[in-house]
């Protein structure tokens, strides 16, 4: 006798929910804005906050907006913007932009107590290691977003210049020229 | 009535100061005395890098395999001379950026002595996959500065049943003799490599183009090709850049290749004169490529010439031997000066791909401060590609460098004929270098922010499994609870 009222009782609660949930739903519903959801995607999508949002959403939205420059994306640079400002259709100066420095996280191995914290948290697994033992850093995975770097307890976690290859080595854009150039 | 012709036929281009005199008449020395020490680099190709097949402390007879190739697009590399391998590592690299390459260091016992050679062959009992096996076993790559693998565009010659091979004798750049003085001296294996080339291509034909201010390399080509009526000798005139595909293939054969297409569309494949040369002694003579002549030349040289050169040699060791007067030196650079590569330093290895080494003093080197455009158009006239050099320079200025590939800049080919022509010395081919070096990474960026995404899914997914599994398994251990209890309660009852 007990079993079945707990059984139905638990039922009722169940549907009860559920259809509160799916009425929820219909009226809460966030009407997504597809030039928001454009953007987002061009976006890199570490949700790493160096855009001074929480994530790449809200500064979808925020461009989507007018609230936040095309440039807002650090980690995007000047190709994102580019792209942003063709699919918004404006034009943009990008000549004074300094493109922002590109630095990955590197692992020091003296002061690392492999305590997995870091492994935590980054977002695109670039840190790879088990517990108890060193934990070392892919660096072409890591996007830059600075979030182990928060956490880890004895600062053996530093952001680094990407080491300069034969493979990405390239020619540095010319000095301007004199000042009175027609543009 | 020709010179209209030529017209036609020759888009844009310069006529650089030619400044071969001080080498043309030399011939080739073969007493450059054997370096001590070689650096090979793993790397002398375009395509996947060589994996050594030697150990530290290995003995070595020259010729032997040092490295193997690599996938379908790579070369071997082998012992430009006997002697012992002294280490596999990192070395800096003949690039502007010296950066480091993995390297085959080789201390050579002076002794030179090749490992046992196979008797010479006849390349014509050889089927035509034979040969270019044999082609890519030798480590050959075009020899002009480009060093694509040679087999690799002999298997798409073969695949593409190409009508017509081009040999390109043209050797356009300022200072660079090394091709004419070769097609003086050893026209015979040119000949005997371009015939083998053809055997191995299935391909009928051949065209030898040789610009005119070479008159014995041609009389000496001509007469060496007499016999054979499947060869033709050509001369062309004397023009920059007359040794890019396109503008030979033009002038030669009167086709156009389209313009996002490949010389293969229209039936033709352009090799070098150096590397007809090298085929033919790793076909006929079982010899794979270990040495090459290098031109040294440019102002600070006291004895210029043309010297045959074991791969690995450091630039350093040639310079002397030229009586090069380093402080007289301003500039030192790997190819010719209009689109070869300045060198940082010295202490780098000769490579497959050094055609020259120029030792070039201020005097020949100083072009005049840069000033603004004065929109004289003569980069547009110059250009041999029909690009804009003067508007997409602005554009990657201005750091718009999509609106710059709108008009052309992955048509450019960096043959330098803007920046040679601008009377206000703006650096044109530097921005292009600079926008295609540029558009290169941020291809590379856009790849990693996909990749970024993807990791970030597929993290998300795991978080979330892993979730949920903790709340299946908070469920089941609840409704075990529920259970344990409903069950306590009915025995009470019972
Ligand atoms: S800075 Fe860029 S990648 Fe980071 S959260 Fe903002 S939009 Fe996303
Ligand atoms: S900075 Fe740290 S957390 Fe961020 S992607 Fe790189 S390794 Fe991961
Ligand atoms: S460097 Fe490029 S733009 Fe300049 S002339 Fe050559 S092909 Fe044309
Ligand atoms: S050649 Fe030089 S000055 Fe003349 S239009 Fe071109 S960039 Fe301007």
Redo the contacts with the bound molecule.
Sequence with gaps: MYVLSAIASLATLGLVLGWLLAIAAKYLKVESNPIVEELEAL??????????????RP??QAIANGEAPIT?????GSALAEQFAALLGVSIDLSNFEEPEFLIAKVSEDTCTGCTRCFKVCPTDAIVGAAKQIHAVVADAC?G?QKCIAVCPTECLQMHKPEVTLRNWRWQKPLPEPVGAPA | MISLMQSFRIRGGVHPDPRKTATTDLSISSDFPLPKKLYIPLQQHVGKPAEPVVRVGDYVYKGQLLAHSQGMISAPVHAPSSGIISDIADYPAPHPSALPIRTVFMETDGKDVWQLLKPPTDPFGLSAEEISLRVGAAGVVGMGGATFPAAVKLNLGRKNKISTLLINGGECEPYLTCDDRLMQESADGIIDGIRIMLHGMETPQAIVGIEDNKPAAFRAMKKAAADFRQIEVRQVPTHYPMGWDRQLIRYLTGKEVPADGRATDVGVLMHNVATAYAIHKAIRHNRPLVDRVVTIAGGAAGSPGNIWVPIGTLISELLDFCRVDRPRMARLVMGGPMMGDALPIAELPVVKATSGILALTQDEITRGSEQACIRCARCISACPAGLLPVDMANRIRSNQLESAVDIGLKDCISCGSCSYVCPSNIPLVHYFKYAAGELAARQQAQHKSEQTKKLIEERNKRIERIEKQKAEEAARELAAKVAKYSADQAEQVL
């Design positions: 976006m890199p999508g570490s949700q790493c906050g160096q855009c001074g949002f929480p994530g790449c500064a979808a807002v994306c650090p980690p995007g996007t977003c």
